[in-house]
């Protein structure tokens, strides 16, 4: 099987996969998703309402090289036309895996999603200093009390 696909079927055992033209305008309107992901076979009518998803969002939409029921079998599923990631870095790997077979296809979308992993991977380290400091304010605090500080 081909890379990407088996790291799609970890996004979805992962809870990071929305399966289907719905669900993932539902991801894309809950802010959830991070990528927007259509089989190379999906009919006209779902390519525009994904771009406009897409777009709307302001996230990639990468047109995958594998048909419906490639990605179906992928997912353990019938067929299937679209997907929504949700997690940032299983969209950056994807895109990073279909990148390495079709040099050039997929470079806007692999950066635009190393950028935003990397955001919110600094995000997440700066909410545990964060927190580690609030933690280390409350300690200190308390060994203070009962003294008196003179200013």
Known sequence: MDKALGVLGL?????????????????VRAGKARALM???DASENTLRRIDNFAVKAKIPH???????????????IRA?????????GMAANIAE?????????YAEALK???????????????????????????HASSEHKGRKING
């Open 11 to 27: 996004a979805k055992r992962a809870g990071f996969l929305e399966i289907g033209e719905e669900s993932s305008g539902i991801a």
């Open 38 to 40: 259509t089989a190379s």
């Open 62 to 76: 990468l047109r995958l090289p594998y048909t419906k029921d490639q990605l179906g079998d992928a997912l353990g």
């Open 80 to 88: 299937c036309a679209a997907v929504a990631i949700s997690d940032a």
């Open 97 to 105: 895996k279909l990148e390495t077979e079709a040099p050039g296809r």
């Open 112 to 138: 635009t999603l190393k950028e935003k992993s990397e955001k919110i991977l600094l995000r997440k380290k700066e909410a545990l200093r964060h927190e580690k400091n609030v933690r280390k304010g409350m």
